[in-house]
């Protein structure tokens, strides 16, 4: 029987985690230098040429799509915008601990790996602010443009403080373009077949939305203590009674206003531990929250 090499790289790919998204080739740059070149979105948003999704980080839940951004009901943002409205600051403080975190997204290939294919670059809302800022530049303008773009040199380094995470340094990310623009490829046959290939990200995207009541469910376990730890290695809600974690669970789910928010947010403010960076503020801004 022939041996099917394309299904043994796409498993060597899912074991060294390129595959994460199943249908999508995510790239995450390593530590090193990296040269890549980023082609245009085939329907980029009309705000940006990077497409960008918040996710609610809640419980075990560390990437859910939240569903207000997609125009679909979504009983965590409502109870985010509810607590925010009480003009309380323990209730802020709650609100912000279920704020959701950005990424932005796009598609890139890596110079001399073309052959690898279109890989989908997710990144942190400061590579985000570094990228946008090559479009306002007016020495290089449209970096991902197929004839007139420019490739970009990617160095990933430890952090200069020792910071370390999961027991592994920190890498800080410099982004740079080099400095004379390039054509996506010699061969203008080669660069069509790549700008083909990238991918319909937001229709896949959109397939893995839970459900305003899968949601709604995992904020009921928040609040409810769930399974989650904290830094300190207690239990989240650990320091509440069940009685008193059980009322609460019943007053979101009757999402009724003003004085049972207040309780849910007075009985609740020993459990926000989440400080977003403050460096995530401007782009995660939603208009409605403060």
Same mark, same amino acid.
């Given at each position: 029987?022939? =041996? ?14 390129? +595959?994460?998204?199943? !249908? =999508? ?13 980023? &082609? ?11 497409? !960008? %999704? ?5 419980? +075990? ?19 985010? @915008? ?17 704020? #959701?975190? @950005?990424? /932005? ?11 690898? /294919? ?5 990144? *942190? ?19 991902? *443009? ?9 160095? @990933? ?13 920190? &890498? ?6 080099? #400095?004379? *623009? ?19 990200? &937001?229709?896949?995207? $959109? $397939? ?10 995992? %904020? ?5 203590? /769930? ?7 207690? !239990?989240? /809600?650990?320091?509440?009674? *069940? ?39 401007? &782009? @995660? ?6």
């Amino acid at each position: 029987m022939a =041996i099917d090499l394309d299904a043994i790289r796409k498993k060597l790919a899912e074991l060294k985690g390129e +595959n994460r998204g199943g !249908e =999508i080739n995510y790239f995450f740059p390593e530590a090193g230098e990296t040269r890549v070149r980023c &082609l245009p979105w085939k329907n980029a948003p009309a705000e940006s040429p990077i497409i !960008e %999704l918040s996710f609610y980080k809640i419980g +075990n839940n560390k990437r859910t799509l939240a569903l207000y951004q997609f125009g679909l009901p979504d009983p965590i943002h409502d109870f985010r @915008m509810k607590l925010y409205k009480t003009k309380k600051e323990d209730d802020k403080k709650i609100a912000n601990s279920l704020r #959701p975190k @950005m990424s /932005g997204y796009l598609p890139t290939v890596l110079r001399g790996k073309e052959d690898d /294919g279109v890989k989908v670059w997710m990144f *942190s809302p400061f590579v985000y602010k570094r990228l946008l800022g090559f479009w306002l530049n007016e020495d290089y303008g449209d970096v991902t *443009s197929p004839t007139e773009g420019y490739d970009l040199i990617i160095k @990933m380094s430890p952090s200069a403080n020792g910071k370390m995470f999961n027991g592994k340094p920190v &890498l800080d990310t410099e982004i740079d373009p080099k #400095p004379k *623009s390039t054509p996506l490829h010699a061969d203008p046959a080669v660069a069509q077949k790549l700008l083909d290939a990238v991918p319909d990200f &937001l229709t896949y995207i $959109k $397939k893995q939305l839970k459900s305003a009541q899968e949601l709604e469910g995992m %904020l009921d376990t928040w609040l409810n203590g /769930g399974d989650e730890e904290k830094s300190d290695g207690t !239990e989240k /809600g650990s320091t509440t009674s *069940s009685t008193d974690l059980d009322k609460l669970v019943d007053e979101v789910a009757e999402a009724k206003p003003a004085k049972k928010e207040e309780k849910v947010a007075a009985k609740h403010a020993g459990d926000a531990k989440q400080k977003l960076d403050a460096a995530f503020d401007e &782009l @995660m801004e939603d208009g409605d929250d403060e």
